[in-house]
């Protein structure tokens, strides 16, 4: 075991667990540090990592949120139980499209737009509308304050902005909350409800990546594999922790503006680099 790549492994698992929740693309991100810096490891195995460390982000907010979500909390009323159970209902129907939509192109995405530019693009794109939506909201009311106000058609609609997260550097979690606040969310229920999403997505698209991989390899991952696996889920959950304190205590005073600077000016910087590194090339 090399001290070498235990440090990537720890870059990955900080950058992983800053950028899952805050809607700033954690993929824009994770191709920005895969150029700079490489594992020593399979292709196979690369593409299941990458995917599979969003577990530990997944699990913070199931510890964070663990009371909120637990619909069989002995401290919850009856009504507050059967709220759970419909909130967890309505997730798993925002959850439907990406399911139809995202296994059959998983592969195809993988292949022609995961890159530096399609990357670049997004997030300038997505930069740009969020301070486009801020300047908007700037005066608004928001009809929907708390996550359980969120009905079943705004769930179902909230679904299908999150098919725009196929793309690579749009940031799942940043159209998921620009598509909430458009449907009258407020900024702290479009947040949550965008971790609660997460939680089934994220565990799909794990179970999908690891399937792929012993199937197409035939075998199952080495100790060694499993090692950095669970090293990097566990960095990724510690940060990720902080990061989701951080966003809704920061929206609390603040909207999402910062945010959209802050992609366009990453945007730039990657598209200023794949270029270069193309002219070079």
Known sequence: MDIIE?????????????????P??????MILVEELI??????????????????????A?????FHKLNPFDAQKTSRQRQETLVLWIKIA???????????????????????????AAMLILYGILFILVENRNRYL?????????????????????????????????????????LLGCSRSASAEFTFFLGIPVMFGASLLKIVKFVTRTEGMFSPLEIFYLLFAMA?????????IKFLMGYIKRNNFKLFGYYRIVLGVVVLAYFSVTALIG
């Open 24 to 29: 700033i693309s954690s993929t824009g991100h």
């Open 93 to 119: 129907v925002a959850c439907i499209p990406v399911v139809v939509v995202a296994m059959p192109l998983d592969d195809w995405m993988d292949e022609h737009l995961y890159n530096g530019f399609v990357v």
């Open 6 to 22: 235990l440090l990537k492994i720890i870059v990955f698992g900080i950058v992983e667990g800053f950028t899952e929740w805050l």
């Open 235 to 243: 960095i990724a959950f510690a940060v990720s922790v902080y990061s």
């Open 38 to 59: 490489q594992l020593k490891v399979g292709e196979d195995f690369w593409n299941v990592f990458k995917v599979v460390i969003q577990l530990g982000a997944i699990l």
């Open 61 to 65: 907010v199931v510890v964070l949120y």
């Open 141 to 181: 009311q928001f009809p929907v304050q708390r996550v359980n106000q969120i009905d079943f058609r705004t769930a179902v609609f909230i679904g299908l902005f999150q098919l725009l997260a196929l793309v690579p550097g749009t940031s799942r979690s940043g159209v998921t909350i620009i598509g909430a606040m």
